[in-house]
């Protein structure tokens, strides 16, 4: 999913692509996890890294190694999501919601 993902201070934002983490529902407003391309050097317990060579990715719609960032949420209404990439397996989405755990202590 893309959307206009705010900056933390909320001077600005930029169109970004993020995972929906919240369920799925009739609501106005989603949860969004940040993804992100730019690669630090150290992973934390909360990045979950998304390469090219994993069976799933193609079906992603990133185009370069990607890290979600379990720890960098939003609350956005739909309206903000401004269009689909792809999809993520099931497996793909419990090791998401892993590291969701223990971004906010609940490991």
Known sequence: MLAKFPFTDL???KRRPAIVVSK???KDDVIVAF???VLPEKLSDTDFLFSPDHADFATS???RPSLIK???LATLNRSILT???GGLST???KQVDERLKTALGLN
Do not use: V
């Open 24 to 26: 799925e529902g009739t």
């Open 91 to 93: 497996e793909i989405m």
């Open 11 to 13: 001077t600005a934002s």
């Open 83 to 85: 269009g689909e990439l």
């Open 70 to 72: 379990a720890d960098k």
């Open 61 to 63: 719609g990133l185009t």
């Open 35 to 37: 993804i992100t391309s």
